[in-house]
Nanobody
Framework: QVQLVESGGGLVQPGGSLRLSCAASGSIFSINAMGWYRQAPGKQRELVAVITSGGSTDYSDSVKGRFTISRDNAKNTVYLQMNSLKPEDTAVYYC??????????????WGQGTQVTVSS
């Protein structure tokens, strides 16, 4: 079994900061990449940021300069530091992991999502 557990979401005022965490656990042999997606009400799910096991990162244009993705490979954990938050950042944030299980099965796994609300 593979599980992704997210934490760190909540309510914050515009200009504030939040740090999201996602820990992957279970029968994991290796993780190729981990990332964060978000989905606002009535909108499509979009990729926010991604990081590979080697440390290469990519961000959507809307969050560049404000969000930072990082990871701890030893803990199979990915983080998303969100600064200068805007109301348009309000969404459910989902963690994703592209991995290989101990039994040689590749696949993408998802967390259940954590709500981020930016409002005054």
């Amino acid at each position: 079994q593979v599980q992704l557990v997210e934490s760190g979401g909540g309510l914050v005022q515009p200009g504030g900061s939040l740090r999201l965490s996602c820990a992957a656990s279970g029968s994991i042999f290796s993780i190729n990449a981990m990332g964060w997606y978000r989905q606002a009400p009535g909108k499509q799910r979009e990729l926010v940021a991604v990081i590979t096991s080697g440390g290469s990162t990519d961000y959507s244009d809307s969050v560049k300069g404000r969000f930072t993705i990082s990871r701890d490979n030893a803990k199979n954990t990915v983080y998303l530091q969100m600064n200068s938050l805007k109301p348009e950042d309000t969404a459910v944030y989902y963690c994703n992991a592209d991995l290989l299980t101990d039994w040689g099965m590749p696949g993408a796994y998802w967390g259940q999502g954590t709500q981020v609300t930016v409002s005054s």
